[in-house]
């Protein structure tokens, strides 16, 4: 695992997305508020996007049209903004179909197309004020989930109180690369929950530790404050 505190950590996430992207990679695309900054970064840069396929880490079960919906954020802040030809294939989460179904159908789609160890190659991650990352939150029994690589999950553990689809630790695991992208005051506690040493198990962040690539955490001082 590498820590880097940084000044401005979405410009370097915003040049991975990119160079991942044009080398027609596999990227998992996450939700919230922090990565909108890097997502426009990243449209600003361009590139040919035409060859890589971009995942979600994680759905609110709303419609895409939803202003609580991931997708239509990484839409509205990147994907929507590239040039119609150099545009990727996107494999969105159907949150409008609920958890149950559209965690079914998520995981059908990532089997059929790089199978049960899905080896991607850039997936990134933010992370909640109570160390959740994708819509795994602490304490909840989808942290657990090994077998599966999508989950439902009926019962957020944080705000916006929607049901959600989220891939499982096994999922991000399989990963070639996992970003963590995380600023604020706010997420000090929970940095060292996930990242401190020790860490503390019951941060479902501190599971994500890909079997067999990369971990990297790019925060700025503020969320860096209580690593020590
Ligand atoms: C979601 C996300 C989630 C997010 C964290 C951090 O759907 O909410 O994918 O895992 O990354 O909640 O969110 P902020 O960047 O808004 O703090």
């Not at 820590?3 to 080398?23: H, K, N, S």
């Not at 990565?35 to 426009?40: I, M, V």
């Not at 190659?121 to 795994?136: E, I, P, T, Y």
């Not at 891939?167 to 970003?179: H, S, Y």
Request: net charge negative.
């Amino acid at each position: 695992m590498e820590i880097q505190v940084l000044e401005d950590p979405a410009t370097p996430v915003a040049e991975m997305l990119v160079e991942t992207a044009e080398r027609g990679g596999q990227l998992v695309l996450t939700g919230g508020t922090t990565p909108k900054l890097a997502y426009e970064m990243a449209s600003r840069a361009g590139g040919d996007w035409s060859r890589a396929t971009v995942w979600f880490s994680d759905e609110r079960c709303v419609p895409p049209t939803s202003g609580l919906s991931n997708f239509a954020m990484a839409d509205g802040a990147l994907l929507g903004r590239l040039d119609r030809s150099v545009r990727p294939e996107i494999v969105r989460m159907e949150g409008e179909l609920g958890p149950d179904a559209g965690a079914a159908g998520y995981e059908a789609e990532v089997r059929a197309r790089l199978g049960g160890d899905p080896r991607w190659d850039l997936v990134l991650l933010g992370l909640g004020a109570d160390s959740h990352c994708a819509s795994l939150f602490p304490g909840k029994p989808e942290v657990e989930e090994r077998g599966r690589l999508v989950t439902g999950v009926e019962l957020a553990g944080m705000e916006p109180q929607v049901p959600r689809i989220s891939l499982t630790l096994p999922a991000l695991n399989a990963a070639r690369l996992v970003v963590f992208l995380v600023t604020g005051a706010d997420k000090a506690k929970a940095m060292k929950r996930a990242f401190g040493d020790p860490v503390d198990p019951g941060s479902p962040a501190a599971h994500v530790r890909p079997r067999a690539g990369e971990l990297l955490v790019l925060c700025d001082s503020a969320a860096a404050k209580e690593l020590g």
